[in-house]
């Protein structure tokens, strides 16, 4: 699986939109982009995922470049619970790679 | 639908006993991964389950061991714990019928060694 490289902290003003960058140079055409976060001491939280276009839920918006060497992550409206670690995580799809590879994601601190 | 859930959610052991944890996948979810989650090194794969069979495994040694039984819950046991085995062990399932296949986290448990 792809190797991802994200900032280790950024701040966020509430109720302003948070963009959370990810950079997954190395990703191949198979290859998933997954975002989950983990509040403190918590399992963590599945948010979105996507190949190549951009996604939405109910939680955030996926965008991923047209190359998908990297992605942003756009929580559009960011309140003091999403203070959180934020983990891009990029993966083959399911079955016998079932396995996901954590690196040390970005701590969003959303300030009042 | 009832999340992931994960027995007990605290623990305490001293060195040199053994644990288990129990994990129950959300219903109808067919594969169970275990995680261990420390200050040091962060969020690590252990292994994971599918039809009661080990499917895929991590750099972790053969203290760690797990099972998987017929109704998709899984069970992981550590053995001769150690002071480093004070983690948090997150499960995660999936329905291992999708591509692709999202997991979906449990609260953990938080083991403590003595």
């Known amino acids: 699986d792809a190797k991802t490289t994200q900032p280790p902290s950024m701040d966020c003003a509430e109720g302003r939109a948070a963009n959370l960058p990810c950079n997954h140079s190395t990703i191949s055409g198979n290859e998933y982009v997954y975002w989950y976060r983990q509040i403190h001491s918590q399992g963590p939280q599945y948010i979105i995922h996507g190949l190549k276009n951009n996604e939405t839920n109910e939680m955030a918006s996926l965008i991923i470049t047209e190359d998908r060497k990297s992605s942003t992550l756009i929580l559009p409206h960011a309140t003091l619970r999403d203070t959180a670690v934020y983990y891009c995580?990029?993966?083959?799809?399911?079955?016998?790679?079932?396995?996901?590879?954590f690196g040390t994601g970005t701590l969003l601190a959303v300030q009042p | 639908k009832a999340g992931v859930t994960q027995t007990p959610r605290y623990l305490i052991k001293t060195r040199g006993q053994q644990v288990t944890l129990s994990c129950s996948p959300i219903?109808?979810?067919?594969?169970v991964s275990w995680y261990q989650q420390t200050p040091g090194q962060g969020l690590q794969f252990l292994f994971e389950?599918?039809?009661?069979?080990?499917?895929n495994k991590g750099n972790f040694p053969g203290r760690f061991s797990g099972r998987q039984f017929s109704n998709s819950r899984s069970e992981m046991n550590v053995s001769t714990l150690e002071l480093g085995d004070s983690a948090l062990y997150l499960c995660a399932s999936s329905l291992d019928s999708s591509v692709p296949d999202t997991q979906y986290f449990g609260p953990g448990t938080r083991l403590t060694v003595l």
């Open positions: 389950y599918f039809s009661e069979t080990q499917r």
């Open positions: 219903s109808g979810h067919r594969s």
């Open positions: 995580i990029v993966r083959r799809p399911g079955g016998a790679t079932n396995k996901l590879i």
